[in-house]
């Protein structure tokens, strides 16, 4: 009988353990794999800007200078219809 309730208890203990077990695995895999993914997106971001930022400033930079040709009143009707 007291051997009976011995492996009782060790099998509850045994199930306890795995849960737990499988539990802290589980968790620890997510954490590494948030670090991993926002090291990676980090990383792609910043080779995207390097490769590309000089183009997107010189876009943006004619783009800007290119509206300066715009007339008063064409200026204001595309302002009033971006804040509608």
């Known amino acids: 009988m007291l051997l ?14 795995f849960l737990n077990v499988r539990r802290d695995a589980r968790e620890r895999a ?5 670090k991993t993914a926002e090291r990676i997106s ?3 971001a910043n080779r995207y800007l390097q490769e590309n930022l ?3 400033i010189s876009t943006y930079d004619t783009m800007m200078k290119d ?7 064409q200026a204001n009707k595309i ?3 971006e804040s509608s």
Do not use: N, R
Request: without cysteine.
């Open 79 to 81: 302002a009033e219809e």
């Open 30 to 34: 997510e954490k590494t794999a948030k």
């Open 54 to 56: 000089p183009e997107i």
């Open 67 to 73: 509206m300066t040709d715009i007339p008063d009143a």
């Open 4 to 17: 009976a309730a011995v492996a009782i208890v060790l099998v509850f203990g045994g199930i306890f353990a």
């Open 42 to 44: 980090e990383e792609a």
